[in-house]
């Protein structure tokens, strides 16, 4: 069965700090989405990394993709409260075929204390 | 443009009811998906669809059905609703282009069946 783990599932952390998200997934994909999603909203798109070694920032978020280790890492460096919410990983295993079906991984709730 | 739209925003049913989820796209992709999160948790694929007149099983499609009979519309019907159908229901498009498999959310509709 096609898995697709986050952790840690909650983080606390203080403002001004830097720490990461992990991403690990069972199966070969060479894509990978992250998808941001505040409290009672939709998923916003993030990043999209389409091979490996693809690495993307924008702001105080970083994503990189490590198809051979079937990993993907979100950073997060010098935390604001704004970046408060639910982080989703979500693999696209079967590119290939063309059905662009997601599986998600299972959020991790960052919350960022002033 | 609208982006992807859903309707209603909430609704509470009986169990035993039956009810159509709304969803339209004005982004003229033909990929289009119906995804359920439960309380704290990722999403979980029910339906999808790679164009008009084709649909698919996803993870979790028991109890649901869906239709596409233009680009546009991919509605989700619930029959016989139970407790288990409890859920926030998303439906999400994407152009399925080669590389661009990226998907966009609609805003959700929240379910309550009771």
């Known amino acids: 069965e096609l898995k697709v783990e986050q952790n840690p599932l909650f983080l606390s952390m203080q403002e001004g700090k830097n720490y990461t998200i992990y991403c690990n ?21 993030l990043f999209v990394l389409l091979s490996n070694g693809a690495v993307k920032q924008e702001g105080r978020l970083m994503a990189s993709l490590d198809t051979k280790a079937r ?5 997060i460096t010098a935390a604001v409260h704004d ?12 590119s290939t075929s063309g059905t662009y079906k997601y599986i998600f991984g299972t959020g991790t709730r960052l919350k960022v204390l002033a | 443009n609208a982006g992807v739209t859903q309707t209603p925003k909430f609704r509470i049913l009986k169990i035993g009811q039956s009810m159509t989820l ?42 649901y ?37 990226e998907q966009y959310f609609g805003p959700g509709t929240r379910l309550t069946v009771t």
């Open chain 2, 65 to 101: 059905n869906v239709s596409r009979s233009t680009t546009e519309d991919f509605p989700l019907r619930l029959e016989l609703a139970a407790p288990s159908q409890t859920s926030v229901y998303f439906c999400a498009s994407s152009p399925g282009l080669a590389g661009v498999s």
């Open chain 1, 25 to 45: 997934y069972s199966t070969t994909s060479d894509r990978l989405y992250w998808y941001r999603q505040d409290p009672g909203k939709s998923l916003e798109s």
């Open chain 2, 22 to 63: 709304q969803c339209t796209q004005d982004m003229n992709h033909n990929y289009m998906y119906w995804y359920r999160q439960d309380p704290g948790m990722g999403l979980k694929l029910i339906y999808y669809s790679v164009g008009a007149g084709i649909t698919d099983k996803g993870e979790v499609p028991n109890g």
């Open chain 1, 83 to 94: 970046l408060s919410a639910t982080y989703f990983c979500a693999v696209d295993p079967e």
């Open chain 1, 71 to 75: 990993l993907s890492t979100l950073h």
